[in-house]
Nanobody, 129 residues
Framework: EVQLVESGGGLVQPGGSLKLSCVASGFVFSTYWMHWVRQAPGKGFEWVASISVGGSTTYYADSVKGRFTISRDNAKNTVYLEGNNLKDEDTGVYYC??????????????????????WGQGTQVTVSS
């Protein structure tokens, strides 16, 4: 059974930093692209970042480019998302998502639903003074 467990969320002041972790189990972690997706209060899901199986290729949403960094440690079955210079609009629940296809990035460019791949339970990030 695929399991993804996020941690590291919390309350952060604007301009602050946070590092999220997602520990994976139940599949061969090193053969899947991994993604971070977030959902702001009252809004739909927003793709945040993606990382290739070996970690050499990363993609970011324009809204977080230059402020967030996605990384992975395949020996620990863990993917990370580090955010710096956090803004109020970064508030939301952050989800770790496993791509449904091995060795491929199939994240859709359009609206995202929870039937894409496998999702963790999410971790709340609140940016507020």
């Amino acid at each position: 059974e695929v399991q993804l467990v996020e941690s590291g969320g919390g309350l952060v002041q604007p301009g602050g930093s946070l590092k999220l972790s997602c520990v994976a189990s139940g599949f061969v972690f090193s053969t899947y692209w991994m993604h971070w997706v977030r959902q702001a209060p009252g809004k739909g899901f927003e793709w945040v970042a993606s990382i290739s199986v070996g970690g050499s290729t990363t993609y970011y949403a324009d809204s977080v480019k230059g402020r967030f960094t996605i990384s992975r440690d395949n020996a620990k079955n863990t993917v990370y998302l580090e955010g710096n210079n956090l803004k109020d609009e970064d508030t939301g629940v952050y989800y770790c998502v496993k791509d449904p296809a091995p060795y491929r990035n199939t994240m859709p460019g359009g609206p995202l639903q929870t039937d894409f791949g496998a999702w963790g339970q999410g971790t709340q990030v609140t940016v507020s003074s």
